[in-house]
Nanobody
Framework: QAQVQESGGGLVQPGGSLRLSCAVS????????MAWYRQASGGQHELVARISESGIINYADSVKGRFTISRDGAKKTVTLQMSSLKPEDTAVYYC???????????WGQGTQVTVSL
């Protein structure tokens, strides 16, 4: 059964850092783009960062220069390194394994990130 599992969320003070990890299993990884989304309470689902199967990266304007996405094909993981965190970064962060062609996409259950004093 396909699994996408996030880890690494938590509570951090403004200006701090957190590292989110996403591990996938039972699905093809290296031919699939991976992405991080977030949803704040009462807010919309927002694309945070995306890395294609070839390593092309896109970031939301709100996180450029602060967040870094990377992937490890051998470990089948994608990581989101977050620094200079702001209270407005508070959200549930989701990992998404994008579809290949007409196939399925897969989502993790999400991990809470709270930026507060």
């Amino acid at each position: 059964q396909a699994q996408v599992q996030e880890s690494g969320g938590g509570l951090v003070q403004p200006g701090g850092s957190l590292r989110l990890s996403c591990a996938v299993s039972e699905i093809v990884f290296n031919r699939r783009a991976m992405a991080w989304y977030r949803q704040a309470s009462g807010g919309q689902h927002e694309l945070v960062a995306r890395i294609s199967e070839s390593g092309i990266i896109n970031y939301a304007d709100s996180v450029k220069g602060r967040f870094t996405i990377s992937r490890d094909g051998a470990k089948k993981t994608v990581t989101l390194q977050m620094s200079s965190l702001k209270p407005e970064d508070t959200a549930v962060y989701y990992c998404k394994a994008e579809r290949i062609g007409g196939g399925s996409e897969y989502w993790g259950q999400g991990t809470q990130v709270t930026v507060s004093l």
